[in-house]
Structure formats: structure tokens, C-alpha cells
């Protein structure tokens, strides 16, 4: 299995009791799972229901969930007649008729038209008979969402091996060239020695010593087994199933204080050229690394 992206989106819908639920999911990459969901007004009591499912998908990346609802809401319509106040009304327009001498012709339609006679209420939304639509509705936004961040992961996936192989043959090409290179040291040490000592003797077993310690100074076997090891930890990080991004970017620290210190003992202008190419695909590969859930 690829490891997966961080970023992704995502849409579901769903349709239940003549509404329609749509959930989006929208994912970037972050260091830790940040999780901001949206829904309309009424609705916030299912916040928790639906950070529960998305905490159990996702574990890493800023994730935006937004909910909206559309359809048919009647059956939340519900109106209340005053019929207190719609008899002060009529008292009172007949009062005003006796008082001007003028007949009451006052009609139902009138009476209701006057203001708060005719109340039209919202009733609260049973929230447990509309979870079952939001809930279908956001694992099909999850399940696109999590076919785009694998697809994007395969991508990831595939650059970070190429670039593994890459590095991993330029590791071992200055693993090969040690040899010659001490063998050029060694040389270059014994001709300044006999300049110095002005065609004396040279003592065979202090010139081996020297050798030695050169020789010593220059070893990055422990570094390049060190860097192999990373590098097939690396391999298994990203076909591992589960979240390995941080695993990822600690190791590719640790390559990079391999290489460092590889650089600095063997302290050599073609290999420094060599230990810069090999910063360069680390610095790549790092933030590819930056996008892996």
C-alpha cells in the first residue's frame, strides 16, 4: 500500500424525508489533525457525531467539513393563532365603529392580517432522525476524498523512490571512490615527506602509521551502512499501512546529519560536489515528505 497525501476533497449527498444533505470535504497538509466543521443553523449539536467518524479516517492534515441542507422544511412550520389578541382587535374595532357611528364590517381576513395574530413558529429539528442523511452523506465525501489523497500518494509515492534510488547510487558511488581516493592521499603524503626530508630514509613503519591515521580519518563505511539502513527504514515507512509523514521527515534528518558528516571526513572537491547533489534530492524529497498524511 502507497502511503496517502494530505490533500484531498470530497462530496457526498444525500436524501432523506424530502431534504438534501450535501457534505464537503476539503484537506491540506498540516502537522497535526485540525479539524473545522461547518454546519447550517440548528444543526451544531451533531458537530461531535461527525468529528468522531472524521478523527477515525483522518490522522493528519487542516481538514474543512462544511454541511448544508436544502428541500422541503414544512413539516417545521407550525402556526399559532392569538386568539386572545385577535378578540382585543375586534373589541376594539367594534368600540371605534359605536364611537363614529359606523357599522363593523370587520372580516376574518382582516382580523388575521393585523400584526402577531397569525404566528408562524420553527419547531426544533429532531437531530437523531436527520443523522442518518448527514452521516451517509459525509463517508461518501470521505471515501472520494480518501481515493484522491491515495491517488496523489501513489504520485508522492513513486517520486520519493526514484529519487530514494538516485540517492542511494550516488551514496554508494562515494562509497567506491574511497579507495583511489586514499591511494592519491597516500601518494601525495609520501611525496611530501620526501621533500621535506631532502632524500632521507623514510622509516616504513611511521609512514604505514601515517597512513593509518589518514586512512582512519577518511573511513565512512559506518556512515554508508548507517545511510543504507535509512534508506530501507525509508522503503518500508512508505508502504506501511498507516500515517508515517513524521516518521518520514525525522529520517530524512537523519540522512542529512549522515551526510554531513560524511562530507566533513572525507573533505574532498569532487565528493563535495557529490554530498551537495545529495543535499539537493534530500531538501526534494523533504518536501514531497511535507504532503504525506
Known sequence: MSSKSMTGFGRGEAVAGGRQWIAEIRCVNHRYLDLKIKLPKGYAGLEEKARKILSATLQRGRVDVHFSVTGDFSDLQKIEVNSSLATTYRDALTRLGAALDLSDNTTLSQLASYPDVLVLKQQEEDLDSVWPAMEQALKIAL?????????????????????????????????????????????????????????????????????????????????????????NQFRAFLEADEATGRKLDFLLQEFLREVNTMASKINDAAIAHLSVELKGELEKMREQVQNIE
Open 143 to 231: 471515501v472520494t476524498c480518501d481515493t484522491m489523497r491515495s491517488q496523489e500518494g501513489e504520485a508522492l509515492t513513486t517520486d520519493l523512490l526514484e529519487r530514494l534510488d538516485h540517492f542511494s547510487k550516488v551514496v554508494h558511488e562515494i562509497g567506491n571512490s574511497i579507495p583511489e581516493l586514499l591511494q592519491r592521499r597516500q601518494q601525495n603524503l609520501e611525496e611530501r615527506l620526501e621533500k621535506l626530508l631532502d632524500n632521507i630514509q623514510l622509516d616504513p613503519q611511521r609512514l604505514a602509521q601515517e597512513v593509518a591515521i589518514l586512512a582512519d580519518k577518511t573511513d565512512v563505511t559506518e556512515e554508508i551502512v548507517r545511510l543504507d539502513s535509512h534508506i
